[in-house]
């Protein structure tokens, strides 16, 4: 280790990640087990949309958890392989590619060792892994995905929640909700906030700044990150209203309070 570098942080266990992970706390869990993964959760869909699968391209989903993207991909005509560390995780991948008639593998496998050669597919999909993997492990997972892709591949990456918006925004929000006498459902650490297992699995979240660094570091080009949030279906009086609508959509308000992050780069 050379002076000033920071000692690798090991890896979070897979063991973390089990069946009970990916079905009570894993992105898009509820709509999975309504639908048995037929339509994707709001942010899964919005994310996918952006990877622009097209028949006939080979697609890799890194982190894939339960496998619904590998299906949407499959079902699109695109060869579609997907990969997860995780052994719950490629079970239930493989549990639900059965009886599927398109193109596509799973395998257990390190998102910073990929066993794929250089140049093998047009597309990298990384929804909702960036903020599992401690920093030095993302450098590596990205320049994996980077070696991986196709000249003119896309990386396309969602993580959640935005860095600043638990640094700065959450702490107004929680201050407000208590004063309004809802302090009980916001917690001082915001990681414990609807799904108390981020509490552990989160250890490297993004804002857009930093997420642009490491793609660019990594050697993507025409690196493109930008913010949303989920719907505001909130009516709580016209003033709270508003300041939702200003924090939500106005600069520089929406860079602390809008929640997801989304990146797209290109080998």
Same mark, same amino acid.
């Given at each position: 280790?050379?002076?000033? &570098?920071?000692?690798?942080?090991?890896?979070? $266990?897979?063991?973390?990640?089990?069946?009970?992970?990916?079905?009570?706390?894993?992105? @898009?869990? %509820?709509? *999975?087990?309504?639908?048995?993964?037929? /339509?994707?959760?709001?942010?899964?869909?919005?994310?996918?949309? *952006?990877?622009?699968?097209?028949?006939?391209?080979?697609?890799?989903?890194? @982190?894939?958890?339960?496998?619904?993207?590998?299906? /949407?991909?499959?079902?699109?005509?695109?060869?579609?392989?997907?990969?997860?560390?995780?052994?719950?995780?490629?079970?239930?991948?493989?549990?639900?590619? &059965?009886?599927?008639?398109?193109?596509?593998?799973?395998?257990?496998? %390190?998102?910073?060792?990929?066993?794929?050669?250089?140049?093998?597919?047009?597309? !990298?999909?990384? *929804?909702? #892994?960036?903020?599992?993997?401690?920093?030095?492990?993302?450098?590596?997972?990205?320049?994996? +995905? /980077?070696?991986?892709?196709? $000249?003119?591949?896309?990386?396309?990456?969602?993580?959640? $929640?935005?860095? =600043?918006?638990?640094?700065? +925004?959450?702490?107004?929000?929680?201050?407000?909700?208590?004063?309004? @006498?809802?302090?009980?459902?916001?917690?001082?650490?915001?990681?414990?906030?609807?799904?108390?297992?981020?509490?552990? #699995? /989160? !250890?490297?979240?993004?804002?857009?700044?930093?997420?642009?660094?490491?793609?660019?570091?990594? @050697?993507?080009? &025409?690196?493109?990150?930008?913010? %949303?949030?989920?719907? &505001?279906?909130?009516?709580?009086?016209? #003033?709270?209203?508003?300041?939702?609508?200003?924090?939500?959509?106005?600069? $520089?308000?929406? =860079?602390?309070?809008?929640?997801?992050?989304?990146? #797209?780069?290109?080998?």
């Amino acid at each position: 280790m050379t002076q000033g &570098q920071q000692p690798q942080q090991a890896s979070l $266990p897979p063991d973390l990640y089990d069946e009970t992970y990916f079905l009570t706390a894993c992105e @898009g869990y %509820d709509e *999975f087990i309504k639908t048995e993964g037929e /339509h994707l959760s709001r942010r899964l869909r919005q994310a996918f949309a *952006f990877a622009e699968v097209q028949p006939g391209m080979w697609v890799l989903d890194v @982190g894939c958890g339960r496998g619904e993207i590998v299906r /949407h991909v499959a079902r699109l005509g695109a060869h579609a392989f997907g990969v997860d560390y995780s052994r719950a995780a490629v079970q239930l991948t493989r549990r639900i590619m &059965q009886g599927e008639r398109g193109s596509f593998g799973i395998a257990r496998a %390190d998102a910073k060792a990929l066993p794929f050669t250089d140049a093998h597919f047009d597309r !990298v999909l990384l *929804f909702d #892994v960036v903020e599992h993997l401690y920093p030095w492990e993302l450098e590596r997972c990205l320049r994996e +995905a /980077h070696r991986v892709l196709r $000249p003119g591949g896309k990386i396309v990456i969602h993580t959640a $929640p935005n860095r =600043w918006y638990d640094a700065y +925004a959450y702490p107004i929000v929680r201050l407000v909700r208590t004063l309004m @006498g809802q302090g009980a459902r916001y917690p001082k650490n915001p990681r414990a906030l609807n799904v108390a297992i981020n509490t552990e #699995v /989160h !250890v490297n979240e993004q804002d857009i700044l930093r997420l642009r660094r490491y793609l660019k570091r990594a @050697g993507f080009q &025409q690196v493109r990150v930008w913010l %949303d949030t989920p719907p &505001q279906q909130r009516r709580e009086g016209a #003033v709270l209203d508003a300041l939702r609508h200003i924090a939500f959509n106005w600069l $520089p308000f929406a =860079w602390f309070f809008q929640r997801e992050v989304f990146a #797209v780069g290109t080998r």
